[in-house]
Protein backbone atom coordinates (compact mmCIF):
# COMPACT_ATOMS: atom_id res chain seq x y z
CA UNK A 1 0.00 0.00 0.00
CA UNK A 2 1.07 3.78 0.29
CA UNK A 3 3.85 4.82 1.88
CA UNK A 4 4.20 8.34 3.04
CA UNK A 5 8.16 9.71 4.11
CA UNK A 6 8.18 13.00 5.88
CA UNK A 7 11.64 14.84 6.08
CA UNK A 8 13.06 16.53 8.35
CA UNK A 9 11.27 15.57 11.64
CA UNK A 10 12.48 18.98 13.15
CA UNK A 11 13.49 22.20 11.38
CA UNK A 12 14.99 25.22 12.82
CA UNK A 13 15.48 28.17 10.81
CA UNK A 14 16.01 32.45 11.27
CA UNK A 15 12.97 34.65 10.95
CA UNK A 16 13.58 35.84 6.86
CA UNK A 17 15.24 32.00 5.95
CA UNK A 18 13.35 30.09 3.87
CA UNK A 19 12.10 26.26 5.59
CA UNK A 20 11.85 23.33 3.23
CA UNK A 21 9.68 20.61 3.95
CA UNK A 22 9.72 17.03 1.76
CA UNK A 23 7.15 13.98 0.89
CA UNK A 24 8.04 11.41 -1.09
CA UNK A 25 5.14 8.79 -1.74
CA UNK A 26 5.00 5.77 -3.06
CA UNK A 27 1.66 4.73 -5.23
CA UNK A 28 2.09 6.43 -8.26
CA UNK A 29 -1.80 6.73 -8.51
CA UNK A 30 -2.33 9.14 -6.22
CA UNK A 31 -4.23 11.68 -7.08
CA UNK A 32 -4.70 14.58 -4.19
CA UNK A 33 -1.88 16.40 -2.08
CA UNK A 34 -2.35 18.11 1.30
CA UNK A 35 -0.15 20.04 3.46
CA UNK A 36 -1.50 21.07 7.09
CA UNK A 37 -0.25 23.05 9.45
CA UNK A 38 -0.67 22.88 12.97
CA UNK A 39 -0.27 24.93 15.96
CA UNK A 40 0.48 24.12 19.40
CA UNK A 41 -2.91 22.50 20.90
CA UNK A 42 -4.77 23.48 17.86
CA UNK A 43 -6.38 21.04 14.91
CA UNK A 44 -4.82 20.91 11.47
CA UNK A 45 -5.35 23.82 9.11
CA UNK A 46 -5.36 23.23 5.37
CA UNK A 47 -2.67 25.15 3.49
CA UNK A 48 -2.80 23.83 0.17
CA UNK A 49 -4.91 21.05 -1.74
CA UNK A 50 -2.72 19.80 -4.79
CA UNK A 51 -4.14 17.70 -7.91
CA UNK A 52 -1.73 15.63 -9.66
CA UNK A 53 -2.10 17.45 -12.61
CA UNK A 54 -0.46 21.15 -10.72
CA UNK A 55 3.03 21.32 -9.98
CA UNK A 56 3.68 24.43 -8.79
CA UNK A 57 0.82 25.91 -6.38
CA UNK A 58 1.74 29.27 -4.70
CA UNK A 59 -0.20 30.84 -1.80
CA UNK A 60 1.03 33.20 1.07
CA UNK A 61 4.18 32.73 1.95
CA UNK A 62 4.68 29.44 0.51
CA UNK A 63 5.06 27.69 -2.71
CA UNK A 64 3.85 23.75 -2.99
CA UNK A 65 6.02 21.91 -5.51
CA UNK A 66 4.63 18.26 -7.01
CA UNK A 67 6.93 16.13 -8.55
CA UNK A 68 5.26 13.22 -9.97
CA UNK A 69 8.21 11.44 -11.51
CA UNK A 70 10.53 11.48 -8.17
CA UNK A 71 6.72 10.98 -6.39
CA UNK A 72 8.08 14.08 -4.30
CA UNK A 73 5.46 16.79 -2.19
CA UNK A 74 7.39 19.87 -1.38
CA UNK A 75 6.42 22.52 0.88
CA UNK A 76 8.91 25.76 1.28
CA UNK A 77 8.27 28.73 2.96
CA UNK A 78 9.65 31.63 2.10
CA UNK A 79 10.99 34.33 4.43
CA UNK A 80 9.93 32.42 7.78
CA UNK A 81 8.41 34.57 10.63
CA UNK A 82 7.85 33.21 14.15
CA UNK A 83 4.28 32.93 13.59
CA UNK A 84 4.97 30.24 10.87
CA UNK A 85 6.77 27.90 13.97
CA UNK A 86 4.17 24.99 14.17
CA UNK A 87 4.12 20.99 13.04
CA UNK A 88 3.31 20.74 9.34
CA UNK A 89 2.19 17.65 7.83
CA UNK A 90 1.65 16.34 3.88
CA UNK A 91 -1.05 13.88 3.56
CA UNK A 92 -1.21 11.88 0.12
CA UNK A 93 -5.36 10.64 -1.31
CA UNK A 94 -5.22 7.52 -3.19
CA UNK A 95 -7.54 5.27 -4.65
CA UNK A 96 -7.35 1.73 -2.94
CA UNK A 97 -10.04 -0.91 -3.65
CA UNK A 98 -12.44 1.15 -5.07
CA UNK A 99 -12.34 3.48 -2.25
CA UNK A 100 -10.18 6.88 -1.47
CA UNK A 101 -7.89 6.65 1.89
CA UNK A 102 -6.02 9.47 2.93
CA UNK A 103 -1.90 8.76 4.33
CA UNK A 104 -0.04 11.25 7.20
CA UNK A 105 3.29 12.11 6.37
CA UNK A 106 5.17 11.79 10.55
CA UNK A 107 5.28 15.54 10.38
CA UNK A 108 7.97 18.03 10.57
CA UNK A 109 8.42 20.18 13.82
CA UNK A 110 9.40 23.84 12.62
CA UNK A 111 10.91 26.39 15.21
CA UNK A 112 11.01 29.91 13.07
CA UNK A 113 14.01 32.08 15.48
CA UNK A 114 13.29 35.52 15.84
CA UNK B 1 -18.97 26.08 7.53
CA UNK B 2 -18.76 22.65 7.97
CA UNK B 3 -18.25 22.52 11.61
CA UNK B 4 -16.68 19.01 14.11
CA UNK B 5 -17.00 19.07 17.64
CA UNK B 6 -15.26 16.69 19.43
CA UNK B 7 -16.18 15.91 23.39
CA UNK B 8 -14.60 15.82 25.72
CA UNK B 9 -11.42 17.98 24.97
CA UNK B 10 -9.27 15.33 27.67
CA UNK B 11 -10.16 12.58 29.35
CA UNK B 12 -8.20 10.50 31.97
CA UNK B 13 -8.78 7.11 32.48
CA UNK B 14 -7.09 4.08 34.23
CA UNK B 15 -6.45 0.97 32.26
CA UNK B 16 -9.39 -1.40 31.65
CA UNK B 17 -11.63 1.50 31.85
CA UNK B 18 -14.25 1.93 29.37
CA UNK B 19 -14.40 5.26 27.12
CA UNK B 20 -16.50 6.81 24.67
CA UNK B 21 -14.97 9.76 22.49
CA UNK B 22 -18.07 12.01 20.80
CA UNK B 23 -17.87 13.80 17.25
CA UNK B 24 -20.31 15.79 15.76
CA UNK B 25 -20.76 17.23 12.52
CA UNK B 26 -22.92 19.97 11.49
CA UNK B 27 -22.99 19.92 7.93
CA UNK B 28 -24.66 16.69 6.80
CA UNK B 29 -20.86 15.29 5.34
CA UNK B 30 -21.01 11.51 4.30
CA UNK B 31 -17.92 10.54 5.60
CA UNK B 32 -16.36 10.35 9.35
CA UNK B 33 -13.14 9.48 10.32
CA UNK B 34 -10.95 8.92 13.78
CA UNK B 35 -7.46 9.38 13.89
CA UNK B 36 -5.13 9.16 16.10
CA UNK B 37 -1.52 11.01 16.71
CA UNK B 38 1.18 10.12 17.82
CA UNK B 39 4.93 11.95 17.46
CA UNK B 40 6.86 10.53 14.76
CA UNK B 41 3.57 8.83 13.50
CA UNK B 42 1.39 11.70 11.92
CA UNK B 43 -2.11 10.71 12.02
CA UNK B 44 -3.29 7.23 11.52
CA UNK B 45 -6.87 6.45 10.47
CA UNK B 46 -8.57 4.10 13.05
CA UNK B 47 -11.65 4.11 11.74
CA UNK B 48 -14.22 5.22 9.43
CA UNK B 49 -17.97 5.36 8.14
CA UNK B 50 -19.51 6.22 4.96
CA UNK B 51 -22.96 6.60 6.48
CA UNK B 52 -25.30 6.23 9.62
CA UNK B 53 -25.03 2.85 10.86
CA UNK B 54 -21.93 2.09 8.49
CA UNK B 55 -18.75 1.00 9.44
CA UNK B 56 -15.13 0.73 7.64
CA UNK B 57 -11.97 -0.26 9.66
CA UNK B 58 -8.92 1.42 9.17
CA UNK B 59 -5.01 0.95 9.78
CA UNK B 60 -4.41 0.84 13.21
CA UNK B 61 -8.01 -0.39 14.32
CA UNK B 62 -6.86 -2.90 16.79
CA UNK B 63 -8.58 -2.49 20.79
CA UNK B 64 -11.13 0.26 19.17
CA UNK B 65 -14.64 0.00 18.03
CA UNK B 66 -16.77 2.29 16.89
CA UNK B 67 -20.51 3.40 15.74
CA UNK B 68 -22.50 5.72 13.48
CA UNK B 69 -25.28 6.47 15.30
CA UNK B 70 -26.44 9.21 12.75
CA UNK B 71 -25.37 11.38 10.36
CA UNK B 72 -23.88 13.61 12.62
CA UNK B 73 -22.41 11.35 15.22
CA UNK B 74 -19.49 8.91 14.79
CA UNK B 75 -18.21 7.68 18.60
CA UNK B 76 -14.75 6.11 19.15
CA UNK B 77 -15.43 3.11 22.16
CA UNK B 78 -12.45 2.14 24.19
CA UNK B 79 -14.02 -1.25 26.53
CA UNK B 80 -10.56 -2.35 27.86
CA UNK B 81 -8.39 1.17 27.87
CA UNK B 82 -4.63 0.37 27.80
CA UNK B 83 -1.86 2.76 28.23
CA UNK B 84 -0.41 2.30 24.82
CA UNK B 85 -4.12 3.70 23.80
CA UNK B 86 -2.90 7.43 25.46
CA UNK B 87 -2.76 9.26 22.40
CA UNK B 88 -4.41 12.62 20.45
CA UNK B 89 -7.45 11.83 19.02
CA UNK B 90 -8.73 13.84 15.97
CA UNK B 91 -12.20 13.19 14.07
CA UNK B 92 -12.81 14.39 10.64
CA UNK B 93 -15.50 14.71 7.94
CA UNK B 94 -15.59 15.06 4.83
CA UNK B 95 -18.73 15.19 1.93
CA UNK B 96 -18.67 12.43 -0.61
CA UNK B 97 -18.20 14.65 -3.64
CA UNK B 98 -15.47 16.41 -2.44
CA UNK B 99 -11.49 15.94 -1.09
CA UNK B 100 -11.69 18.45 1.55
CA UNK B 101 -11.52 17.04 5.10
CA UNK B 102 -12.50 19.40 8.11
CA UNK B 103 -10.90 18.32 11.66
CA UNK B 104 -12.18 18.73 14.95
CA UNK B 105 -9.94 20.05 17.91
CA UNK B 106 -8.76 16.88 19.17
CA UNK B 107 -9.40 14.99 22.53
CA UNK B 108 -6.28 13.94 24.44
CA UNK B 109 -6.51 11.08 26.08
CA UNK B 110 -4.26 9.67 29.17
CA UNK B 111 -4.47 5.86 29.97
CA UNK B 112 -2.85 5.45 33.44
Known amino acids: GEQVEQRPPHLSVREGDSAFITCTYTDPNSYYFFWYKQEPGASLQLLMKVFSSTEINEGQGFTVLLNKKDKRLSLNLTAAHPGDSAAYFCAVRFLSSGSWQLIFGSGTQLTVMP | EAAVTQSPRNKVTVTGGNVTLSCRQT?????MYWYRQDTGHGLRLIHYSYGAGNLQIGDVPDGYKATRTTQEDFFLLLELASPSQTSLYFC???????????FGSGTRLLVI
Open chain 2, 27 to 31: NSHNY
Open chain 2, 92 to 102: ASRDSSNSDYT
